[in-house]
């Protein structure tokens, strides 16, 4: 009778959906149930008879021992987060061990009803059965109760002596385990009422040699709000761990700091000076300056030198989303929003940042029916899922972007005065290249230096008529003109020099095209002639630099400033000819 009946309780431990960890009085493992062994991910024979800190260095399960209290904690194992509860194991007044029991996160699925050979007494067993922190039923074929653990009893109002013997249907009319027992179909995420609750329970079928012997029924959640509140916070994690991978590489965080900002001329000094202070406070930032200017470095080096600069920095470019698309991005949605929404819906933009700093680039181009949107949640701090009700407040930085005319867009009722006077609390305006006309070569510098890094290409430098090219165009699409140029001229130049024929075409044929470009005419042809006359004069002065700003009439450091300006600097008699 002592055999048939650790066998059965065996099964017991093989068909619930978790896994068991016992340890004795020393925190020494002496027991682990296959689904354990499976979440640790080590074989049994390396876990049975070590130190529990060995196996599981974060677990708590020892301080049961200590303290003889029951808690419950999440945990993560390998990369497996589980729910795990841990309880004293008692015996004659006198804790002898803790039980360990954890849940995976994943949906439940089919447990075996066989076990291997237990390692453990039987009086050990029983321990743990009545320790097991959620309700345990078990039934023979005819669902008349053989165990139920004195936790489910309590969760029932019954007596555990009073409950044995019985039919499940005597103590629990809702119950189905009988049914379970005769069908041998198992029922996973089943939601019944017990008490007037609302729980989420678990059948399934016991069998020993391929016959039908039982069932055993398990809650899994004694509360089925309790549920929806974990599955809310574990879809939360979920995505932002999905969106946290796919984001870090790209944007690490911050991927620049204002040491990333190159440039000595005043207006960017003044600029950077501006963004430091803004950087400092906790208003809204709003970015202006022309198409390639800049603004996103700005943005990635505010969010960087903040207090916010551990937290996430979320970037969104409202001009490049589909206006369709647009509302479930910035707020995101609900299981069931619309047709193809993901199940368990998606967190939007505005949650992923919270806590940190959202980066609206291109705001300008947001369709105005968002525009309204936006303004609620950057009034109220909070943000509502599309195909929700429920309300999540935020704690996040604004930083938005433009390089359109928002003073223009309003006039024309393209944008709304109330958001505009939201976003323009600290503005900072970063000037187009054709302002910082000395940051030119030291931008190129620095460029060149950036793609013989990220190219693996040999040293290559600008040779002279290319910075005269350089200084004197406009450079309409600044910056980021200047940088596709440079790229482009480091992967055809054959030799160490960046010449004129490197060039992209429309730079290289702007004598032929002067009527369709931004380069001033007047200042080509003098900067030509002014540069030809220092060379004749060098080169009739045999590179006495004295006596050439004699021949030209002009002071020597004169000179010097614009054989500098015109990449004469290190010119020596060989190089002039």
Known sequence: MEVDKRIKLEQVFHALNAGVLVIDDQDV?????????????????????????????????????????????????????????HSPIVQDDKVIGAVAVFQDGSELQQLVSHLDETKISLTGLENIFEQAYDGVMVVDSQGVITRITKTYCRFLN?????????????????????????????????????????????????????????????????????????????????NKLKFYEKELKHYQKFRYTFSSII????????????????????????LRGESGTGKELFAHAIHAAGLRHGQPFVRVNCGAIPAELLEAELFGYEEGAFTGAKKGGKPGKFELANRGTIFLDEIGDLPLGMQAKVLRVLQEKEVERVGS?????????VIAATH??????????????????????????????????????????????????????????????????FQLYAWPGNVRELQNAIERAINVAEDEAIHLEDLPLYLQDLEGRRANTSLQPLALELASAERRAILKALKTANGNKSKAAEYLGIHRTNLYRKMEKFGLAGANDEGLV
Not at 278 to 283: E, F, I, N, R, V
Not at 391 to 397: E, G, K, P, S
């Open 263 to 286: 440039g000595d001329s005043p207006a960017i000094l003044k600029a950077k000076a501006l963004a430091e202070k803004a950087a400092l406070g906790k208003s809204t930032v709003l």
């Open 29 to 85: 493992i002496s027991f682990c149930n296959p689904l354990a062994e499976n979440i640790i991910g080590l074989e049994m024979k390396d876990i049975l008879d070590h130190k529990l800190t060995e196996i599981i260095p974060n677990s708590q399960l020892h301080k049961v021992v200590q303290e003889e209290t029951v808690n419950s904690d999440q945990l993560l194992i390998g990369e497996r987060m589980v729910i795990t509860s």
């Open 158 to 238: 019954i007596e555990q002596e009073e409950a044995i013997g019985r039919h499940c249907t005597e103590i629990l009319p809702t119950s189905r385990m009988h049914i379970v027992a005769q069908t041998g179909q198992a029922e996973i995420g089943e939601v019944m009422d017990i008490n007037g609750k609302e729980a989420m329970v678990m059948r399934l079928p016991l069998r020993e040699n391929g016959q039908l012997i039982g069932a055993v029924g398990k809650v899994m959640f004694r509360d089925v709000q309790d549920l929806r509140t974990l599955a809310e916070k574990l879809d939360l994690l979920e």
């Open 389 to 397: 009700n429920r309300l999540q407040q935020l704690d996040i930085r």
């Open 404 to 469: 359109r005319d928002l003073e223009k867009m309003m006039s024309a009722g393209e944008f709304r005065r109330d958001l505009y006077y939201r976003l323009n609390v600290f503005t900072v305006t970063i000037p187009p290249l054709r302002e910082r006309e000395k940051d030119v070569l030291l931008l190129s510098e620095h460029l060149l230096a950036k793609f013989q890094r990220e190219l693996g290409s040999t040293l290559k430098r600008l040779d002279r008529w290319v910075v005269e090219l």
